[in-house]
């Protein structure tokens, strides 16, 4: 299993990026999957989920109405588009798989790639 994030990077308040999550080694289509995040000194939380077909969301209530999770199955990718960002989004991103096709959320057996680092700054 591999799962590369990517577009992270640094963005002033009211910014946005748009995370890539690059997948192999399983049958992406298969699986619901999650963005997490990992502020600084802080433990790991659930950002976003969305179910194999894409029909069933979930937001953190921080994130709804700014962030808008998809996927493509034909490409193995999952998205993260997050808008209006503010100093509460700094943290590292995460995307995770869970460790059975018929898993729904999040927990600490999910497989997670190395993440990519979103800043937030003034």
């Known amino acids: 299993v591999q799962l590369v994030e990517s577009g992270g990077g640094l963005v002033q308040p009211g910014g946005s990026l748009t995370l890539s999550c690059t997948t192999s080694?399983?049958?992406?289509?298969?699986?619901?999957m999650n963005w997490v995040r990992q502020a600084p000194g802080k433990g790991l939380e659930r950002v976003s989920g969305i179910s194999k077909d894409g029909t069933d969301i979930y937001y953190q209530d921080s994130v709804k109405g700014r962030f808008t999770i998809s996927r493509d199955n034909a490409k193995e990718t999952l998205y993260l588009q997050m808008d209006n960002l503010n100093l509460a989004d700094t943290a590292v991103y995460y995307c995770?798989?869970?460790?059975?096709?018929?898993?729904?959320?999040?927990?600490?057996?999910?497989?997670r790639g190395q993440g990519t680092q979103v800043t937030v700054s003034t």
């Open positions: 080694g399983f049958t992406f289509e298969n699986y619901y």
């Open positions: 995770t798989k869970p460790p059975s096709i018929y898993w729904v959320g999040f927990s600490d057996m999910d497989d």
